[in-house]
């Protein structure tokens, strides 16, 4: 869509009415000011109705009737003459509009449209935008102002200046680099092996193609060729296992140190951890902000760690058996005195649905982040960047500049 109208500072993002108000109209509210207002905000909500409510008039407004914000008092108000209302009705209304909770102590609303806007708010306020919070009274005909109603917010976000180093449109967004290359090798190695060990194991179970010896054909060395890559897989995958063992205790990435595997170690994380549990159950809309793992999917990947070390292990349990009489396979093999071959073997293929179900259900999650959140999540797995707003506040990491 091309326009000549200037792209203001500012920029209008998430916008949240609790009382009634379409967006429209609430845009409408934080756009209305003296037409000679240089506000970056006034500025912003007006482009934003220009661009997805034309249709939105906005109210002419007399420099007289405007009573701006004071360090004191962090909120301005204003008087719209003549504002037409949903029903075709024109009346003259006052408007609050400012910083949050100056608007709120000033405005009534009842308790699940405050809980809404607080949440709502927080959230913006997180990713890097600044909500400006409006409330609305009546003017009755004899000049009384009534009760100001709280409306809603309308966030905004600083628009950088586009130069050579920025790779987004208008330079609100920062690239953090995140995952470091040995982790980003260690998690496509662990897919490859995964899917081999997978492949070659379930043939190993359930011969499904290939010359069978019932029909009285020569079977050859099919079988032998896939045990022979199952098992070289298998012994690549303890290795890749020992490589991450060692990079928690000595790698300088912090996100790769081993305190990261525990990541519930204040009442916050356990807060932090219900309302992700929450969010990713569609109970709710939001989740706190983090820049690597949240705390539910560092303790799936915890406990994926220690998934794939029971199947490393049933696997080696398993292996010993080629192995009658050597002192160090027997001592492996100890399990199968204890338990049987059978139920290690039922373990270690139940181990191995599970670790697909993971891989199906890691895919989707990952893949609707991305498209949520725009964080590129899902390419840091190649590049290992990261996207976020500028000004954003993750719970894990300083505010991005």
Known sequence: MTTDTPVPQLQVGEIVSVGGLSHGRLLALAAAAPEDSNDPVVAAARYAVRMDHPATELPPVDPE???????????????????????????????????????LAASHAGRQARGLLRKNADHVTQRGSRPLVIAAAPIAADGTIGDYRLQGFVAVHAVHPHTEE????????????????SLRWQHWINVALIFILSC??????????????AAGQDTGYLMGWVRLIHFTAGFAWVLVGATRIVSAFTSRDRYLRW??????????????????????????????????????????????????????????VLYSLA???????????????????????????????????????????????????????VSAMMNGGVWLRRGSKPVDAPEVE
């Open 65 to 103: 009737d405007v009573d701006p914000a004071t360090p004191e008092r962090r909120y301005a108000v204003l008087r719209l003459r003549g504002l037409h209302l949903p029903d075709g009705s024109t009346r003259d209304v006052m408007v609050m509009r400012g910083e949050g909770s100056a608007v």
């Open 166 to 181: 920025d790779d987004t449109e208008d330079g609100s967004w920062v690239r953090i680099s995140l995952w470091s290359a």
């Open 200 to 213: 070659t194991g379930y043939y190993m179970m359930d011969p499904f193609f290939g010359p069978s010896a």
């Open 259 to 316: 305190p990261t595997l525990w990541p519930l170690k204040s009442r916050a994380d356990l807060r932090h951890l219900r309302q992700v549990i929450g969010h990713y159950a569609l109970i709710s809309k939001e989740a706190p902000l983090y820049l690597a793992h949240n705390p539910l999917q560092q303790l799936t990947y915890t406990m994926l760690y220690v998934i794939g070390g029971l199947q490393i292990g049933t696997g080696l």
């Open 323 to 377: 192995y009658p009489g050597n002192p160090f396979w027997e001592l492996i093999g100890t399990p199968i005195h204890w338990f049987g071959i059978p139920p290690i073997r039922l373990l270690h293929t139940m181990v191995m649905f599970g670790l697909w179900a993971f891989v199906i259900v890691h895919v989707y999650l990952a893949v609707r982040a991305d498209s949520l959140e725009r964080h590129g999540g």
